[in-house]
């Protein structure tokens, strides 16, 4: 799977847009990203996934550039639950790989202020 | 509730104890996944299982790691005589389908070896 890079830390008000950037410039064309967060002391939680295309669901937005090398993670709304570990993974859909995996690296902390 | 169960929460161990960790999938899903979690660090596959059948192991870090499910439901993760750097959280994770698809994740079972 394509390795990722993100930032160490974010900062974000509450109730503004929280962007959180990833790099996957060696990603391939049978790779989806994948985002997950991880908040203290609970097991990670799924959040969104994309393969192309920009995707939308109840909890964020996920924008791909065209070449696919880098991806961003929106929260419309920030809130102080939103305070967590977020991780950008990418992930393989060979049915004959090891697809079922997901490979975390450390992520991003990002924390919401009051 | 519906989510993924692990008990203990929380296991304090002398070193060379050993240890069963147990999680409770959601009902009917087919696969079900093993992750170390390290402080300060990404969780780190461990193993997976489709059903009863363990179909990678390549991610436990010595011979005193075991795991099994025996019916395709619950598994339990044993590690014996256990080391100072076994010391981290196991999170069991479990997902409808196999291959490519979400995986929900257990709270974790935080272990200390001491």
């Known amino acids: 799977d394509a390795k990722t890079t993100q930032p160490t830390s974010m900062d974000c008000a509450e109730g503004r847009a929280a962007n959180l950037p990833c790099n996957h410039s060696?990603?391939?064309?049978?790779?989806?990203v994948y985002w997950y967060r991880q908040i203290h002391s609970q097991g990670p939680q799924y959040i969104i996934h994309g393969l192309k295309n920009n995707e939308t669901n109840e909890m964020a937005s996920l924008i791909i550039t065209e070449d696919r090398k880098s991806s961003t993670l929106i929260l419309p709304h920030a809130t102080l639950r939103d305070t967590a570990v977020y991780y950008c993974?990418?992930?393989?859909?060979?049915?004959?790989?090891?697809?079922?995996?997901?490979?975390f690296g450390k992520g991003t902390l990002l924390t919401v202020n009051p | 509730g519906a989510g993924v169960s692990q008990s203990p929460r929380y296991k304090v161990a002398k070193r060379g104890q050993d240890v069963a960790l147990r999680c409770d999938p959601i009902s009917g899903h087919v696969s079900l996944f093993w992750y170390q979690q390290a402080l300060g660090q990404g969780p780190e596959f461990l193993t997976y299982f489709q059903n009863e059948a363990q179909l990678d192991k390549s991610g436990l870090p010595s011979d005193r790691f075991f795991a099994e499910r025996p019916e395709g439901s619950v598994s339990t993760l044993k590690i014996q005589r256990t080391q100072q750097e076994d010391s981290a959280v196991y999170l069991c994770?479990?997902?409808?389908?196999?291959?490519?698809?979400?995986?929900?994740f257990g709270q974790g079972t935080r272990l200390t070896v001491v």
């Open positions: 060696t990603i391939s064309g049978n790779e989806y």
């Open positions: 993974i990418v992930r393989g859909v060979n049915s004959g790989g090891s697809n079922y995996k997901l490979t």
């Open positions: 994770a479990s997902s409808p389908r196999q291959g490519l698809t979400e995986a929900f």
